[in-house]
T-cell receptor, first 116, second 112 residues
Framework: SQTIHQWPATLVQPVGSPLSLECTVE??????LYWYRQAAGRGLQLLFY??????ISSEVPQNLSASRPQDRQFILSSKKLLLSDSGFYLC???????????????FGSGTRLTVV | SQKIEQNSEALNIQEGKTATLTCNYT??????LQWYRQDPGRGPVFLLL?????KEKRKERLKVTFDTTLKQSLFHITASQPADSATYLC???????????FGSGTKLNVKP
């Protein structure tokens, strides 16, 4: 069966420090991968998505970047964190390569990031 | 840009009643609409998917309707239980099947 791993679960970082959040998926190939952010009491904001290795689409201009160095690995990064980067970050996957229809997302357990 | 609206006020109902949640959207023609459940501090969990050419979909105590003319989806939980208490999110997916846009969710409280 497929599983998605996201870490760390919580993170407290000072303003101006770098960030690296990692997400990996097991049990599937060629998944579509996604990073979402959820501010307190708000909906999910799509940050980045990827349909293949090295293919990254950005939804909003921001202080963050994403990379997909391997088929089942998705990394969210920042060179210098801002206070406004605080939030709940969620990685998700769904089948790709023509199989994307009819499937919902499977989300990871999330990373609670607090920038102080 | 697309706009997805869900009632931001919590819905409080009595155990055993039917809960009905609403999702309205504008400036978008989705191929699919999905509903998710989210518990505090957790990632959303996929519940149901309905296609644009489907009017209704059922799964156990859950029922989803999709009216593309009204640009609205209704999500029903029949015989609600306290364990159904959570935030419910709707999400729209376009024809490229590559990404979803989520509403902000409605919190459901089922009182025993």
């Amino acid at each position: 069966s497929q599983t998605i791993h996201q870490w760390p679960a919580t993170l407290v970082q000072p303003v101006g420090s770098p960030l690296s959040l990692e997400c990996t998926v097991e049990g599937t190939s060629n998944p579509n991968l996604y990073w979402y952010r959820q501010a307190a009491g708000r909906g999910l904001q799509l940050l980045f998505y990827s349909v293949g290795i090295g293919q990254i689409s950005s939804e909003v201009p921001q202080n963050l970047s994403a990379s997909r160095p391997q088929d089942r690995q998705f990394i969210l990064s920042s060179k210098k964190l801002l206070l406004s980067d605080s939030g709940f970050y969620l990685c998700a996957w769904k089948p790709g390569r023509g199989l994307a229809a009819n499937y919902g997302y499977t989300f990871g357990s999330g990373t609670r990031l607090t920038v102080v | 840009s697309q706009k997805i609206e869900q009632n931001s006020e919590a819905l409080n109902i009595q155990e055993g009643k039917t809960a009905t949640l609403t999702c309205n959207y504008t400036n978008y023609s989705p191929a699919y609409l999905q509903w998710y459940r989210q518990d505090p501090g957790r990632g959303p969990v996929f519940l149901l998917l309905i296609r644009e050419n489907e009017k209704e979909k059922r799964k156990e105590r859950l029922k989803v309707t999709f009216d593309t003319t009204l640009k609205q989806s209704l999500f029903h939980i029949t015989a609600s239980q306290p364990a159904d208490s959570a935030t419910y999110l709707c999400a729209l997916e376009g024809y490229n099947f590559n990404k979803f846009y989520f509403g902000s969710g409605t919190k459901l409280n089922v009182k025993p």
